[in-house]
């Protein structure tokens, strides 16, 4: 069920990890959130997102071993698989759910994710909660 | 601290589904502590709720709310107008504590959204270990702070049993043995003659075993 013509997406992204480029964003819209450190990665935004109408939400965050903080990158890994186990059982596809190691440099990288999490979202479809969101 | 975790999503709804307005009520003394019912845990759960009820296009008035215990009367109070808004309430507390929400608001219903599990402490982050069975006859000083009653699978009380390999117990290599944690312990208090105290059978009066047991400081009543 087609709701909207072009997908949301959210962004969450550790300041080291991501730079907005012209035409990134071409075919979706998408809201950026900045983070110190994606350790500040929260299960509740994750889901707040979704509850706001994207229709995948991306987290990037620095290479494992690159984070300045040390262990963000491995803590915001876990959180997100945390969450993606709730959108499973809640029959939201955990698959709108993703994280990648990023740097903020790797334009072309961070594209080629948005694009191919684009692909994706015709498989798994809209958010199944848009529908009757307020 | 008293440990617990949160039901299975699906287990929640179905529990909450009957109901248009729910108060989901976090706890914010143990099972907070334990990530099952604190006001992340009450977030969480809320959102992950609305989501699912809006894909079924159902209607559901959700409630966020986190008091300090809820298994004292003095902080239950705050919750009271929140209660009077909603049909059922949704408690993220342990076992005590959703019981006494069902005392004191005897025509509300309460619903449980927390297992408890055991008490015990966090052994490292996002680990906990059960420490105590609350027997009611503490016997800790003569096993240099570790108890056999909760932590030896055999409860064995005058030494360990010939299942312990290399400090772990033959039941699950993930579990130290508690018999060598004791004795390990005793020696660096120099208390091995501990062990020559002889322990008779235990008295399970005073545990749970014995009936629901009730604590009376006289002192205090008025």
């Known amino acids: 069920?087609?709701?909207?013509?072009?997908?949301?997406?959210?962004?969450?992204?550790?300041?080291?990890?991501?730079?907005?480029?012209?035409?990134?964003f071409d075919n979706c819209q998408v809201k950026t959130v900045k983070m110190a450190c994606a350790s500040m990665t929260k299960d509740i935004h994750l889901l707040r997102a979704f509850e706001a109408g994207s229709d995948a939400v991306l987290v990037l965050v620095c290479p494992d071993k690159g984070c300045r903080y040390a262990q963000g990158s491995i803590r915001?890994?876990?959180?997100?698989?945390?969450?993606?186990?709730?959108?499973?059982?809640?029959?939201?596809?955990?698959?709108?759910?993703?994280?990648?190691?990023?740097?903020?440099?790797?334009?072309?990288?961070?594209?080629?994710?948005?694009?191919?999490?684009?692909?994706?979202?015709?498989?798994?479809?809209?958010?199944?909660?848009?529908?009757?969101?307020? | 601290m008293?440990?617990?975790?949160?039901?299975?999503?699906?287990?929640?709804?179905?529990?909450?589904?009957?109901?248009?307005?729910?108060?989901?009520?976090?706890?914010?003394?143990?099972?907070?502590t334990c990530f099952a019912g604190g006001e992340d845990e009450v977030a969480v759960l809320a959102s992950a709720l609305r989501l699912s009820f809006k894909q079924m296009a159902k209607s559901?008035?959700?409630?966020?709310?986190?008091?300090?215990?809820?298994?004292?009367?003095e902080f239950i109070q705050e919750a009271?107008?929140?209660?009077a808004r909603n049909e059922a309430i949704?408690?993220?507390?342990?076992?005590?504590?959703?019981q006494a929400m069902a005392k004191r608001f005897a025509k509300e219903v309460v619903l449980p959204g927390v297992n408890t599990t055991f008490i015990g402490i966090q052994e490292s982050p996002g680990i906990f270990t059960e420490e105590c069975s609350g027997c009611g006859n503490c016997s800790l000083a003569i096993f240099g702070g570790v108890c056999p009653v909760t932590r030896c699978a055999k409860?064995?009380?005058?030494?360990?049993?010939?299942?312990?390999?290399?400090?772990?117990?033959?039941?699950?290599?993930?579990?130290?043995?508690?018999?060598?944690?004791?004795?390990?312990?005793?020696?660096?208090?120099?208390?091995l003659d501990?062990?020559?105290?002889y322990i008779p059978p235990k008295n399970w009066n005073t545990s749970l075993s014995g009936g629901p047991r009730k604590l009376i400081r006289e002192d205090h009543i008025i």
């Not at chain 1, 069920?1 to 990134?24: A, D, G, Q, R, Y």
């Not at chain 2, 709310?65 to 809820?70: A, C, P, S, V, Y």
Request: proline fraction near 5%; include cysteine.
């Open chain 1, 1 to 24: 069920m087609e709701i909207h013509n072009t997908p949301k997406l959210t962004l969450f992204h550790c300041i080291n990890s991501f730079e907005e480029t012209p035409s990134m």
């Open chain 1, 76 to 134: 915001a890994k876990k959180r997100v698989d945390y969450v993606k186990t709730i959108l499973d059982d809640i029959g939201m596809d955990g698959r709108r759910l993703s994280i990648f190691n990023t740097t903020a440099k790797d334009s072309r990288a961070i594209t080629d994710i948005i694009q191919k999490t684009l692909v994706a979202l015709e498989t798994i479809g809209p958010n199944p909660a848009l529908n009757h969101l307020n």
């Open chain 2, 2 to 32: 008293i440990t617990g975790s949160q039901k299975p999503i699906n287990e929640i709804i179905k529990l909450v589904e009957p109901y248009k307005k729910v108060l989901i009520l976090g706890c914010g003394t143990c099972v907070k």
């Open chain 2, 60 to 73: 559901i008035d959700i409630e966020e709310l986190t008091i300090e215990r809820q298994c004292e009367n």
């Open chain 2, 80 to 83: 009271s107008p929140g209660i």
């Open chain 2, 90 to 98: 949704l408690s993220l507390a342990c076992g005590a504590g959703v």
């Open chain 2, 155 to 191: 409860k064995l009380l005058n030494g360990p049993c010939g299942g312990s390999q290399n400090g772990v117990c033959e039941i699950d290599p993930d579990t130290p043995c508690a018999w060598h944690l004791i004795i390990e312990r005793l020696t660096t208090l120099g208390q």
């Open chain 2, 194 to 197: 501990n062990l020559k105290t």
